[in-house]
């Protein structure tokens, strides 16, 4: 990140009727925070600091794999918002942050030419609440009469040079609208794979009303794999070969109505149930990351 001397500093707010919208990344309400000198220091350094981690062993995002904690996603050429960088580019004729309450959801740090611009999610925990509060100042412990806001040494994401990088989905969700990079299963795919010549259902108006991201980010996975274009004696056969905890019936695969079932199909259908090498154990994995051989990209 850029130095931050002298750095823009606002927040990102959002009334809970806004909050529970699809659209919620619109109605974000930016304000700034009005700082002495010295304190503009102090936050510029911790996000600066915070913000050197962010770019080190970066891999470009994809929602099958949970990165390591040393591990940052990157989503290139981001559309960062108009409106928000507006804002922190005149930032000066924001209205000013006078209070600290439940709707402030994120504090923003940028640098003077907004190319490079940190967030850190701000919940309840992060809140030092107008509450009977002790302070420790100068080996004396003193009631603390105003309310504030808690900043840590770590980011929710950063947009740098028109990259947005994050190492959590779900926060970086929180302020930007990513839905579109989970490429989630249209309700047409989604009949496709009901429809497989090999897949029976325990009940499947269960299984359509129970749809989440994760299940339609599993059906893309599907097709996108080209699983359903597997004739019904090769997937029988990977099935009974591997002796994988699949059920099937009369060459068909059961998609049960209990979750630890279902999650097993899911993940079959989804190469994530695998083969240990040494002790031959019949495994499950959340998280995949092909790897390329040697020489190859």
Same mark, same amino acid.
């Given at each position: 990140?850029?130095?931050?001397?002298?750095?823009?500093?606002?927040?990102?707010?959002?009334?809970?009727? *806004?909050?529970?919208?699809?659209?919620?990344?619109?109605?974000?309400?930016?304000?700034?925070?009005?700082?002495?000198?010295?304190?503009?220091?102090?936050?510029?350094?911790?996000?600066?600091?915070?913000?050197?981690?962010?770019?080190?062993?970066?891999?470009?995002?994809?929602?099958?794999?949970?990165?390591?904690?040393?591990?940052?996603?990157?989503?290139?050429?981001?559309?960062?918002?108009?409106?928000?960088?507006?804002?922190?580019?005149? *930032?000066?004729?924001?209205?000013?942050?006078?209070?600290?309450?439940?709707?402030?959801?994120?504090?923003?740090?940028?640098?003077?030419?907004?190319?490079?611009?940190?967030?850190?999610?701000?919940?309840?925990?992060?809140?030092?609440?107008?509450?009977?509060?002790?302070?420790?100042?100068?080996?004396?412990?003193?009631?603390?009469?105003?309310?504030?806001?808690?900043?840590?040494?770590?980011?929710?994401?950063?947009?740098?040079?028109?990259?947005?990088?994050?190492?959590?989905?779900?926060?970086?969700?929180?302020?930007?609208?990513?839905?579109?990079?989970?490429?989630?299963? *249209?309700?047409?795919?989604?009949?496709?794979?009901?429809?497989?010549?090999?897949?029976?259902?325990?009940?499947?108006?269960?299984?359509?009303?129970?749809?989440?991201?994760?299940?339609?980010?599993?059906?893309?996975?599907?097709?996108?794999?080209?699983?359903?274009?597997?004739?019904?004696?090769?997937?029988?056969?990977?099935?009974?070969?591997?002796?994988?905890?699949?059920?099937?019936?009369?060459?068909?695969?059961?998609?049960?109505?209990?979750?630890?079932?279902?999650?097993?199909?899911?993940?079959?259908?989804?190469?994530?149930?695998?083969?240990?090498?040494? *002790?031959?154990?019949?495994?499950?994995?959340?998280?995949?990351?092909?790897?390329?051989?040697?020489?190859?990209?």
């Amino acid at each position: 990140m850029s130095k931050l001397d002298n750095p823009t500093v606002c927040t990102l707010s959002l009334d809970k009727e *806004s909050a529970s919208k699809s659209d919620k990344w619109d109605h974000f309400t930016m304000r700034r925070l009005v700082l002495d000198e010295k304190t503009s220091i102090f936050v510029g350094n911790i996000f600066e600091s915070a913000a050197e981690r962010y770019t080190e062993d970066v891999i470009d995002y994809t929602p099958d794999y949970n990165p390591d904690p040393d591990q940052t996603f990157v989503i290139r050429d981001f559309p960062f918002p108009t409106v928000m960088m507006k804002g922190l580019s005149n *930032s000066a004729v924001l209205e000013a942050q006078e209070h600290v309450d439940d709707d402030i959801k994120a504090i923003v740090v940028s640098n003077k030419e907004c190319t490079s611009i940190a967030f850190q999610i701000i919940d309840k925990g992060h809140r030092l609440e107008k509450k009977p509060c002790l302070i420790l100042d100068n080996k004396t412990f003193k009631q603390n009469k105003e309310a504030g806001i808690i900043l840590r040494e770590s980011l929710s994401c950063l947009y740098e040079d028109g990259n947005l990088y994050f190492k959590s989905y779900r926060y970086a969700n929180m302020i930007f609208d990513l839905n579109q990079y989970l490429e989630l299963a *249209s309700d047409e795919a989604i009949q496709v794979f009901m429809s497989c010549p090999f897949v029976k259902f325990e009940d499947s108006d269960y299984f359509k009303k129970h749809l989440n991201q994760t299940m339609r980010r599993n059906i893309t996975l599907i097709h996108k794999a080209g699983i359903l274009d597997f004739e019904v004696d090769e997937v029988r056969k990977v099935i009974e070969d591997n002796h994988l905890p699949v059920q099937l019936e009369d060459d068909m695969i059961t998609i049960p109505k209990d979750k630890d079932g279902l999650r097993n199909v899911m993940s079959f259908f989804t190469e994530k149930m695998f083969i240990t090498l040494f *002790s031959k154990r019949v495994c499950v994995s959340n998280s995949i990351l092909p790897i390329s051989e040697p020489g190859i990209q």
